[in-house]
């Protein structure tokens, strides 16, 4: 079995800094993308940011500039540094990854926890 730990969330003054991390476990044969999302009550889940293949890197217009996604690929951890953070990204964040656990396997999501992060004004 996979599965996705996330760690790091809490509560936070605007214009402070947060950095989540999403460890993976388990039989892992590759990893395609390591990802954020993020939810607030009553609404769909956001894209935040997303790294394909170890390289491609794409953030949502909202963050970027703010937020920088990076991983380890040792240890299939991705994380997320967010810095300038503001009320409005108050949220339930997840970590998500496309991953393969043999190479027989198609690609399959899998997503962490979550992990609630709250910004105060």
């Known amino acids: 079995q996979v599965q996705l730990v996330e760690s790091g969330g809490g509560l936070v003054q605007a214009g402070g800094s947060l950095r989540l991390s999403c460890a993976a476990s388990g039989s892992i044969f590759e990893i395609k993308t390591m990802g954020w999302y993020r939810q607030t009550p009553g609404n769909q889940r956001d894209f935040v940011a997303i790294?394909?293949?170890?390289?491609?890197?794409e953030y949502a217009d909202s963050v970027k500039g703010r937020f920088t996604i990076s991983t380890h690929n040792v240890t299939n951890t991705v994380y997320l540094d967010m810095s300038s953070l503001k009320p409005e990204d108050t949220a339930v964040y997840y970590c998500?990854?496309?991953?393969?656990?043999?190479?027989?396997?198609?690609?399959?999501?899998?997503w962490g926890q979550g992990t609630q992060v709250s910004v105060s004004s």
């Open positions: 998500n990854m496309a991953l393969k656990r043999r190479s027989t396997e198609p690609y399959y999501q899998y």
């Open positions: 790294i394909i293949r170890g390289e491609y890197i």
